[in-house]
């Protein structure tokens, strides 16, 4: 996961290797999931499945239908059609990988995940539909309740709490010291301001613009319950895609407390679009809308099926900016001589296609790891969501990437510290990346974190490339706002030539093409 928790560590903790009788227990606590619906998988035959996506040659909805008649022909139960992109979400057992790679126009064949489920995801009403959308959320009276809503808050949030997993809440903010929004060029008057006696900087979009504008976050799930991000999340192009089909149901893109993890998303997008009104904290672009979609699935995983169900969705509702501060699970990078690998990487490539050319700006984090993308390196945490075992210590080569952030198109976004150095955690590689933002120290607290949003209406300090990736996002919907009639390509290209232009001299300024790409962020005017 993009992100770095306060103490130094990484936030997303690495999985314990379980033997013996706490595999055991592990297993009957699962069972307990099954059973008592946390999990969205009905009990089954006691055989185990495998989620697998089939990806036809033909990218279309002929292609699609294809892969689906295929997949039933070979035994696979077909859960979610991807018609967009000529693929389908099956589930089977067996041989079905190999049976269907010798099918004609099959182009290729992969499971999505190492351990198996007992049964394919039950059926949901509605779920499944791209096409879903329509508002469930009543927003009348909220602003004229927002304020009472903040003094309970800051009165609760006066003393130092732990939420999700360790993560240390901190006190309201009231909109001090934007430091990470100062680096931007967006420090005092920014873009969107509405406050009385107060103008944006010249050049800058109005609330008004940047409301037209959509811009997706695909994460964990969003608390739109949130007083700073209330208006910004649009329910009619909100979604939950944690078991790769849309489900459009009221409340789904929420974040589930139960899983590790959680917050993640609404601390993105708080960065992303926080309201700006002198309480929490401002986005970079205050008054966009936010698609919260949720990737997030109930065992803690963004498996490859998630990913491309949310690219789709969020293509398919016109966002102009699509942010994933995460890496898909379960193999932290994918590499394409496996054949099931190269399967993911092609079905996340498709989507991810898909969304650029309707019009989105698809931004990753480039990942916390310190390691050079252009180089070979180690990863010992694949496949992460084994039940037992040691990971497997992997050498890799480099053409084993991180999905998505080093598919084509991609903005990848590595971080900067508050004094504009990188950070230490932050991958890098000189061709692998393309901006640097704000992400912040995780060792200097609130002062050199990025503080944002926290679910409950709390507010956290973290550090990472997922908050430098935020940013850009939000760079993003700056300037489709001042250029509505731009696409995905000028719209990286102008951000690109600002933070160009910006790049401030000095050793690891923009000379060090490997930590900064085009160089450091700046809001384009």
Not at 28 to 52: F, Q
Not at 83 to 92: H, M, R, S
Request: aromatic content about 4%; hydrophobic content about 40%.
């Amino acid at each position: 996961m993009a992100q770095v928790n306060p103490s130094g560590g990484p936030a997303r903790a690495a999985r314990r290797r379980v033997r013996g009788p706490a595999r055991a227990l592990l297993a009957m606590l699962l069972t307990a999931l099954v059973v008592g619906g946390a999990v969205p998988y009905v009990s089954g035959s006691g055989r185990p499945y495998l989620s697998y996506l089939v990806l036809a040659e033909q990218e279309d909805a002929a292609g699609a239908a294809l892969a689906g008649a295929e997949s039933r022909a070979a035994g696979g139960q077909v859960v979610q059609e991807y018609p967009q992109i000529g693929a389908v979400l099956a589930y089977a057992t067996g041989g079905f990988a190999g049976t269907l790679r010798a099918r004609p126009g099959i182009a290729a064949v992969g499971t999505t995940r190492t351990e198996p489920v007992v049964a394919p995801p039950r059926l949901l009403d509605g779920a499944g539909d791209f096409a879903a959308g329509t508002d469930r959320a009543d927003r009348a009276g909220r602003s004229s309740t927002d304020h009472a809503r903040r003094s309970t808050d800051s009165a609760r949030r006066d003393s130092t709490d732990r939420q999700d997993g360790g993560t240390v809440t901190v006190p309201d903010p009231s909109e001090g010291d934007p430091w990470n929004l100062a680096m931007l060029g967006g420090a005092g008057a920014r873009a969107g301001d509405t406050s009385t006696g107060i103008r944006g900087p010249a050049g800058a979009p109005t609330a008004d613009a940047l409301h037209k504008v959509l811009v997706a976050v695909l994460d964990s799930g969003v608390d739109d319950t949130h007083p700073d991000l209330r208006a910004a999340v649009d329910p009619k192009a909100s979604v939950s895609c944690a078991d790769g089909r849309p489900d459009a149901r009221s409340g789904s893109w929420r974040p589930d407390p139960g899983v590790s993890e959680s917050g993640h998303g609404t601390h993105v997008a708080g960065i992303v679009g926080a309201t700006r009104d002198g309480h929490g904290i401002t986005g970079v672009a205050p008054g966009v809308r936010i698609a919260a979609v949720r990737l997030l699935g109930p065992l803690g995983q963004y498996y490859a099926e998630n990913i491309v169900c949310g690219m789709l969705w969020a293509a398919d509702h016109g966002a102009k900016a699509i942010n994933n501060s995460y890496f898909a699970d379960p193999w932290k990078y994918n590499c394409p001589e496996d054949q099931d690998q190269a399967a993911l990487i092609a079905a996340v490539g498709r989507a991810s296609g898909y969304a650029q050319r309707k019009g989105a700006v698809v931004v990753a984090s480039a990942g916390n790891d310190g390691q050079d993308l252009g180089a070979t390196r180690t990863d010992e945490r694949s496949p992460n969501d084994r039940v037992s075992g040691p990971a497997r210590s992997r050498y890799l080569g480099t053409e084993c990437i991180r999905l998505p952030g080093e598919l084509p198109g991609v903005v990848t976004v590595t971080a900067v510290n508050r004094d504009g150095r990188p950070s230490g955690y932050s991958n890098y590689g000189r061709g692998r990346v393309s901006l640097a933002a704000p992400g912040g120290d995780p060792d200097s607290g609130p002062q050199g974190a990025i503080v944002s949003d926290w679910p409950g209406g709390q507010y956290a300090a973290l550090a990472g490339t997922s908050m430098a990736a935020a940013h850009v996002t939000g760079a993003v919907a700056v300037a489709a706002a001042l250029h509505p009639d731009y696409g995905s390509g000028p719209l990286a290209a102008l951000l690109a030539g600002t933070a160009a232009a910006a790049c401030p001299p000095g050793p690891y300024a923009c000379g060090a093409r490997q930590y900064f790409g085009a160089g450091l962020l700046a809001l384009p005017r």
